[in-house]
Nanobody, 128 residues
Framework: QVQLVESGGGLVQAGGSLRLSCAAS????????MGWFLQAPGKEREFVAA????????NYAESVKGRFTISRDNAKNTVYLQMNSLKPDDTAVYYC?????????????????????WGQGTQVTVSS
């Protein structure tokens, strides 16, 4: 069982930046593949980014490539999502997710059912 708590959300103007953090407790964080998803009101949860247990492999949604960066610090049991050049369309609740996975390359892992553990979410609002 991995418990996840997101932080770092807030209100930012278009073009601004935010860094989300997701702190893990219980379980073995360094053995997990981690992902970030977003969910806008009335829409399904959608994939943003994923990172392998080692941090050496990442995968991004096309809509955030070049703007968002996922990273992790296994010593701190934390995964991050650096979000730059934010747009109003990025407004959503952002969730981090985890699954025990020793694969060195992140392949797929872009759907919610590819993860077993979820945080409670943090709101990101981008004003125009």
């Amino acid at each position: 069982q991995v418990q996840l708590v997101e932080s770092g959300g807030g209100l930012v103007q278009a073009g601004g930046s935010l860094r989300l953090s997701c702190a893990a407790s219980r379980g073995t964080f360094s053995s997990t593949r981690m992902g970030w998803f977003l969910q806008a009101p009335g829409k399904e949860r959608e994939f943003v980014a994923a990172i392998s247990w080692s941090g050496n492999s990442t995968n991004y949604a096309e809509s955030v490539k070049g703007r968002f960066t996922i990273s992790r610090d296994n010593a701190k049991n934390t995964v991050y999502l650096q979000m730059n050049s934010l747009k109003p369309d990025d407004t959503a609740v952002y969730y981090c997710a985890a699954k025990y996975d020793w694969q060195t390359v992140v392949v797929g892992a872009t759907t919610p059912n590819a993860y077993d553990f979820w945080g409670q979410g943090t709101q990101v609002t981008v004003s125009s």
